[in-house]
């Protein structure tokens, strides 16, 4: 169902866009808080705010340029929606005033071939080098167009209580049109985006909400029942569940975080997946106490990295705008500092898995590389040699996930191992 297209309803979008352009908060949480303290919103009214201030945090530096002077809340948004949502002047015509039209009709003639690199991709100039330098200026606009739709959604079945043949005929029953996901073996991509969280599968536990490429990680590290395993940074915990199912609900998993509030909000996951081989643990930095007991116990240690999240741009957008290249080179120390201590938990013979949802080099394959040269005990094993044992053709030495390559989000993975 549309949204009925009003002035009132232009002016939320207006208010909304105007809290995010501050970028003092996640996009998710401004516009969530927002619906929140506006519950006259009907559906249909929301969709329409968040998919218009999210074209323009997608656009934001090819619709300033095409907006012309004075650059304003509500040129962005006509712009948005004529340039990246596709309407046209008829659609617009209920909220256009004065001489708007002719404005708008310039703006979506103007060429965005004419526009430099960096902002026909809608990125910022650092980000831009950066882009090129790695994948090449072809390749880097590919890359950001792709980053500049939004995210499919994807399922992760559990198989502690379901299998996906299971759940797929499920959906169909109920009227939700999904397909196996193309990579993960346990993967399911929807092809619409359903309100799924009264569904009864979801509240049994039957699935989770999870990108296939995340998915993909939990494969690197290859569990085995009865296995002494960490998510060294479980956050909410998505790879956590993944790894316990893999277990078979054996043996010991720690989830690991230094967030209070992330792992609060593994508990309600934690509760329907039926697992009970999790052993959530707060930590006050990488050399805690509870880390250091495990020196030299673990079989497999998974490190997903902080990072900048850049490989995530098709659900947030904003951080594009957020990160600076001060803000990378804090993030690269911290990633170096995880991987040194993560590392230390390592049995011999056992596996150590690097991980991020980052496209940039300086936080993947420049950490990884570094702590090989310092850390003759441990090899890189071929990711593609290990996900081919589970039916993922997937090249490469690392694992590299690219949207506009594999439709997923950007990851970057590297196994490490301890030799025995």
Sequence with gaps: MKARFTPALFAHAEAVLGQLLRFEHPADAVVSRYFRE????????????????????????????????????RRLLLAALAIARGWSQRELAPVLKGNEEEWLAGVKASREEELPPAVRCDVPDWLYVRLEAQYGGDESLLLARAMNQSAPLD?????????????????????IAADPAPLSPIGIRLRDKPALAKHPLFLDGAFEV??????????????KR??????????????????????????????????????????????????????PGRIEHERDMKVKRLAGKADRVLVDAPC??????????????????K????????????????????????????????????????IVEAFLAK??????????????RHGIALEGDMLRLLPHRHNTDGFFAAVLERKA
């Design 375 to 388: 850390h003759e005990g441990f090899v890189l094993v071929p990711a593609s040699g290990v996900l081919a």
């Design 308 to 325: 900048s999240g850049l490989g995530t741009l098709r659900r947030n957008p904003d951080l594009k705008w957020r990160q600076d290249e």
């Design 210 to 223: 999870q990108d296939e490429g995340s998915q993909l990680l939990g494969y690197l590290v290859e569990p």
């Design 327 to 366: 803000s990378v080179a804090e993030l690269n120390a911290k990633q170096a500092s995880i991987l040194e201590a993560a590392a230390t938990l390592v049995k011999l013979g056992g596996r150590l898995v690097y991980a991020t949802c980052s496209l940039l080099r300086e936080e993947n394959e420049a």
């Design 226 to 279: 009865g296995e002494m395993v960490v998510d060294f940074c479980a956050g909410a915990g998505g790879k956590t569940l993944l790894l316990g199912a893999m277990m078979k609900n054996t043996g010991r998993l720690y989830a690991f975080d230094v967030s209070d509030k992330r792992l609060t909000n593994l508990k309600p996951r934690l509760a329907r997946s039926g697992l009970s081989n999790v052993h």
């Design 38 to 73: 506006h519950r006259q919103l009907g559906h249909a009214d929301r969709a329409f705010v968040a998919e218009t201030v999210f074209a323009v945090l997608r656009r934001r530096r090819s619709l300033e340029a095409r907006c012309g002077e004075p650059v304003t809340l």
């Design 155 to 175: 399922l992760r079945v559990n198989t502690l209580k379901s299998e996906r043949d299971g759940v797929l005929k499920q959906l169909a029953a109920d009227g």
